[in-house]
């Protein structure tokens, strides 16, 4: 039992790190050391910060072993500098990063093969594990993003992802009443996941699908952009400062709105998911829409709740692992999937590809169940708890499954578009 774990977590580690290899090996040392927009860290950053924070959880702390590097913590210690001051700091240089990486990764393997999993330092130190595999993956997601902003020819590569194999669209009615939201059992679910607790929800509609690019295009062709009555104070300021015009990435030709991906130029693709957009975006298209985007608590129950059993699932399909038929993750392809092709990935209500292609805004702050406990430290979640975050929910096609589940929660400025956001949107129904 223990030895099968230990055999699933280093495999986990290793798929994790060959992804890590593909997005810092794609690019010559000079992208990899020069920053691609103030909003993202430099590629070899994240590569030793990766390592650091391996070194810190599992070699220091897990494996009680001497430090490797103690010097360069606070380089990567990511509340000591901001992205955009990364640059000037005395990192570790490309060849450097990746010594140091592996360095920590034998020092890892080692510990896992004597550390004891059984009884309660089962559930810690496998969960230490499980959380640095989510941690790698997630900056594998962050450097996915810096390579979108990056300017010059394509260097990743992937199939398109697979086409509509159903009509989908309009929305579907969730019923009112309780569920269990977040998890007390997920085995690798992050603090402020935890724990399950009922909510009471009332009567809501939800769209089926995500909102394409064909109507967000509508929005943006009937002059959303240009009309402060679909934005909110905060979001018209922002809109008006930073001169939005159109979602991240697109571009306007005679022959209509293109959008560039990784490298690559081409018109829209009329529905897939819309990408790039900011909740201040999302929120504009909704009002426009005559509709708003759904809570968190109501995302939650569209994506779980399964009505003939009254239970939550562990993901919208039921409660088996995402595998390619479920779900457009993990970097698979380069792009979101039109809406419709994923139908063995709906929830028992008819709900679509809630879970990858677009992270999805939700109208929610950030903040903390009831009976939260931070764990491992503070500063994973609960620092970040409050107003000035907004929740995504259901990952991206750059996230990896390992990081991905019905309770996950992302979060972000409302300002912020360079991840991989879109939305979904809802309405309250008429009082009968
Ligand atoms: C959960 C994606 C908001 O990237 O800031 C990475 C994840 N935390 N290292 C982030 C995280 C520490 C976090 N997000
Ligand atoms: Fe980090």
Redesign the pocket.
Known sequence: MADDLRQRVATELERTRRRSAVLTDAVDDGDLVKQHSPLMSPLVWDLAHIGNQEELWLVRDVGGREPVRQDIDHLYD?FKHARRDRPALPLLGPAEARAYVAQVRDKALDVLDRVRLEGRQLIDNAFAFGMIVQ?EQ??DE?MLATHQLRVGPAVLSAPPPPEAQARVGGEVLVPAGSFTMGTSTEAWALDNERPAHDVFVDAFHIDVAPVTNAQYAAFADDGGYDDERWWTTEGWRHRQEAGLVAPLHWSRDPSGWLATEFGRTAPIVPDAPVVHVSFHEAKAYATWAGRRLPTEAEWEKAARFDPASGRSRRYPWGDEDPGPEHANLGQRHLSPAPVGAYPAGASPLGVHQLIGDVWEWVDSDFAAYPGFTAFPYRE?SEVFFGPDYKVLRGGSFGTDPAACRGTFR???YPIRRQIFSGFRTARTPEPA
């Open positions: 990511a941690h997630q900056h962050t994973y992302n979060w972000d």
